[in-house]
């Protein structure tokens, strides 16, 4: 069987979590994730995933503007839109290897999530 591409495999990941299907997002990432937001720092997909659920609890939608992929990069620009901190655009730079995401740079103001108090990631 063939390894899924790269937007395979981000898109997958993508549609999962703004479902809000945090199982099958999870499926999506290696064990060993490497996160990096503009909060907070996982390296591992386990400790990732209960974070991403706690934004989850604010988030209303989520606007995808841009996608790009070239060989095991990818990289989203999308607008989540929240009640308490209004709308926070995002860009997420991704690298698969092996049918899983392995790496996640997360970039966005973070200082309306500041003011709500713990950051979420």
């Known amino acids: 069987m063939a390894e899924p591409s790269t937007r395979d495999v981000v898109r997958g990941y ?3 979590w703004t479902s809000r299907d945090l199982d099958r997002a999870r499926g999506y990432l290696a064990d060993d994730l490497e996160f990096q937001g503009s909060l907070r720092r996982f390296t591992r997909a386990d400790d ?6 706690q934004f989850l609890q604010i ?5 995808l503007l841009k996608e790009l992929y070239e060989g095991e990069d990818a990289m989203m ?4 839109v929240t009640g308490p901190a209004g709308t926070i655009r995002t860009a997420e730079a991704f690298t698969v290897r092996d049918g899983k ?13 500041n003011r709500l108090g713990s950051p979420p990631a």
Do not use: G, M, N
């Open 48 to 53: 990732f995933i209960p974070a991403l659920e």
């Open 14 to 16: 993508y549609d999962a």
């Open 59 to 63: 988030l209303e939608d989520v606007r």
């Open 101 to 113: 995401i392995r790496d996640i740079k997360l970039v966005f103001d973070p200082t309306e999530l």
């Open 77 to 80: 620009l999308y607008d989540c």
